[in-house]
């Protein structure tokens, strides 16, 4: 009987590495984040803390902002890249397909550093500001919520767009030929038709791009690294770095995170929910 | 007519937008200066740096070791893992999948926290720097490891390879990996070339985990980062090279492997 189920010894592995490095460290930090600082107990001093100081309610209110903004935006470009890639024959759809893999790949902080070149202080496009005389160009600061909304940005567009390409495909030919047979325009076609039916995806897309911008890290660490406060890079400085570690605080900030991550795809679900009801009749 | 040149603009537009970074910074590794408009000294200088540079290299060198062990040792785990639920238990997919996509939802910084605290001062294996940053990439490139071999195993028909090769007398575990596994070798490489190019390109979580114990080259870039903007672009050209090198090996046995099923 034991021999016959020798077999499973092969499923082991998995789950040790599931277990061990996905399951409990996710359950312990959840945990840690209702223990008081150094001792054995339960408090809710650390989300207190998070929802009353200054410099952690703005990383929290920063990081949400610049997701949905990047997000938004982001998927407003995409949108018109989608449908530009839809619209257009194959030679220049692989074109542009290709330039997203390959830009897709370019982030973190080789991104960081390619903004800095472009709009530091000696930036290019900075030195072009001050010899045209564009004083909008020339007194940017790349070391900003401004300059790293662009930089969030890039790094949404090739993902969201390499999302909806495959959405688009899904518009049938025929569905905007018999809105225009029964009389109706491009106008009503889009806004009655296409976006209702692509909808739910949108908004499902928004939501990974949401989740992808709220944990980013790398490129804020590397363009701003503590002058702007920013949710992953609080949490992180709170385990590793010059500062006193706070294991359980910085704990109970990484459950903050995912709270913003669960609620976003709740918000999000339902609305594609709605959306779908609509669509159906 | 109208319409798609339009399309052509927004396109123009968003490939403009994206490859300005990286053109500039490619410019910028091959001038010495740029305090005008336009740059000036083409010189090829700052390669010759970094390429001559042992210290560069050998973080390339670590970063690729970095990359490929956790990728062998997921693929072993997740085809051990397989075995049992392809050949026993297909009812059991549904948990691995589940267990096999949070990573998606986890993100690097938080799930780099959560094991660096809890094996920081965990018995030596355990605590050592190099065994956390690889079972930590194990699961950052789980959930593309598990799609891609169960993509794989679903395209061959795995289950009639293994009861034909069980029929002519094999076991069912020398069927599996003798006989199912050869014949999803370029799945395999295109799972492996996907993750190591994922581990290639993280800082987040070799920055937080590895703290300073395992230098890869972007952590050599970091560094780089505050001392010279022409080293900092070469060394960016340089892996970008890599990485696109890598993605076009992938799109190359993608295409191979879709014709070979094809015929």
């Known amino acids: 009987m034991f021999k016959s189920k020798r077999y499973l010894l092969a499923i082991l592995p998995f789950l040790l590495l599931v277990i061990g490095y996905e399951l409990v460290p996710i359950l312990m930090i959840v945990i840690r984040s209702f223990q008081p600082q150094g001792h054995f107990g339960f408090t809710l001093e650390h989300y207190q803390a998070i929802f009353q100081k200054r410099l952690y309610q703005q990383a929290v209110i920063n990081s949400i902002i610049i997701a949905v903004i990047s997000s938004v935006i982001g998927i407003i470009i995409a949108f018109f890249g989608a449908k530009a890639a839809n619209d257009s024959n194959s030679k220049w759809r692989n074109f542009f397909i290709n330039i997203l893999n390959m830009t897709s790949n370019f982030a973190g902080i080789p991104l960081a550093f390619a903004f800095i070149i472009l709009l530091g202080n000696m930036g290019v496009l900075v030195l072009v500001g001050k010899a045209v005389g564009i004083t909008s160009l020339e007194n940017f600061n790349v070391y900003s919520y401004k300059g790293l909304l662009l930089t969030y940005i890039y790094f949404q567009i090739p993902l969201a767009t390499l999302l909806l390409i495959p959405i688009f495909d899904g518009l049938r030919k025929e569905w905007k030929e018999a809105v225009l047979l029964l009389g109706g325009n491009s106008f009503i076609y889009w806004t009655k038709v296409a976006i209702p039916a692509i909808l739910p995806s949108i908004l499902a897309t928004i939501s990974v791009l949401f989740s992808n911008a709220i944990a980013a890290y790398s490129t804020a660490y590397a363009l701003l690294a503590n002058n702007y406060s920013l949710l992953p890079i609080r949490i992180s400085e709170q385990f590793v770095g010059d500062l006193v570690q706070r294991k359980e605080f910085g704990s109970a900030l990484a459950v903050v995170l995912m709270l913003t991550m669960i609620i976003s795809t709740m918000i999000n679900n339902y609305f594609i929910k709605r959306s779908r009801g609509g669509a159906s009749l | ?263």
């Open chain 2, 1 to 263: 007519m109208k319409k798609s040149g339009l399309s052509k603009v927004v396109i123009v537009v968003i490939c403009s937008y994206l490859t300005i970074p990286l053109l500039l910074t490619f410019i910028y590794s091959i001038f010495t200066e740029w305090k005008d408009i336009l740059p000036s000294g083409l010189t090829f200088k700052y390669y010759k740096e970094i390429l001559s540079d042992s210290y560069f290299i050998n973080s390339v060198i670590r970063t690729l070791m970095i990359s490929a062990i956790p990728f062998v040792t997921c693929t072993a785990v997740v085809l051990l893992a397989l075995y049992v639920i392809e050949v026993y238990h297909p009812e059991w997919d549904k948990y691995m999948q589940m267990l096999c996509n949070i990573p998606y939802a986890l993100q690097g910084i938080i799930l780099a926290v959560s094991v660096l605290s809890l094996y920081v001062s965990a018995p030596y294996p355990f605590s050592n720097r190099f065994v956390m940053i690889v079972l930590t990439y194990c699961i950052v490139i789980l959930p593309y490891i598990y799609r891609g071999l169960k993509n794989s195993l679903d395209s061959i028909n795995a289950n009639r390879l293994i009861e034909a090769a069980q029929m002519l007398g094999a076991t069912k575990f020398y069927a599996f990996f003798a006989v199912v596994v050869p014949n999803i070798i370029s799945g395999i490489s295109i799972v492996a070339m996907l993750s190591i190019s994922i581990v290639f390109g993280d800082f987040a979580i070799v920055n937080i985990v590895g703290g300073s114990y395992y230098q890869t080259a972007q952590m050599y870039l970091y560094k780089k980062l505050f001392v010279s903007g022409q080293a900092s672009s070469v060394i960016i050209v340089v892996m970008f090279g890599l990485t696109l090198i890598l993605s076009a090996v992938v799109n190359l046995l993608n295409k191979r492997w879709k014709k070979s099923r094809e015929e």
